[in-house]
Each structure stands twice: as C-alpha cells, then as structure tokens.
C-alpha cells in the first residue's frame, strides 16, 4: 500500500535551517509528481513546493528562495531543504503524492527563539 514518512521537523531559532525527507513506499516514486505542504494553527493547509518526474519545480511566493524540493528516485525520497527560517514558517509540514488522496503523518516544524 502506498506510505509517506516524513521526518526531519523540529525547533529551530529564526535564520536557521532544517531539512525535511519524506520516504515514499507501495508505488514508483519516479513517475509521480510530489508535493509538500504545510498547515499552520488556524489556517488552511497551503502547497509549499512540488517536483514534477523530470525535476521541474514549482513554489510558493513566501517561501522562494529559502526553500528548496529535491528528490532521489533510488532511495524512494523526496526532500524539503529550508533556509532563512522564519517565525510564519511554523506549521505542520505534509509530504502528498501529486495532487492525489495519499498523504504523510505530518512533521512538526516550529521556528522560535
């Protein structure tokens, strides 16, 4: 059956970085588009990022330049590499396959001092 793990989440002071990986299973990795997302206390999840099957990337204005979604189709991986924390960027963040039903546990990222 098809699993998202995700791990990786944390606290962390703001300016700093954390890398989230989400271990995909139950299907090829490689032909599918990925996603992550986030949802933070009181809002509405939101995609984040997400990397088509030839490494086209696409992502949210907030989080451009800062954010990076790579993926590693031999280790069945997809990775969310965040920089520049900020405070806003505290939230529940999920790995997705594509656009489709199947989602992560979640993984807690909370940026404070």
């Known amino acids: 059956q098809v699993q998202l793990v995700e791990s990786g989440g944390g606290l962390v002071q703001p300016g700093g970085s954390l890398k989230l990986s989400c271990a995909a299973s139950g299907f090829a990795l490689s032909t599918y588009v990925m996603s992550w997302y986030r949802q933070a206390p009181g809002k509405e999840r939101e995609l984040v990022a997400e990397i088509n099957n030839i490494g086209g990337r696409n992502y949210a204005d907030s989080v451009k330049g800062r954010f990076t979604i790579s993926r590693d189709n031999a280790k069945s991986t997809v990775y969310l590499e965040m920089t520049s924390l900020k405070p806003e960027d505290t939230a529940v963040y999920y790995c997705?396959?594509?656009?489709?039903?199947?989602w992560g546990q979640g993984t807690q990222v909370t940026v404070s001092s």
């Open positions: 997705r396959r594509g656009r489709d039903r199947y």
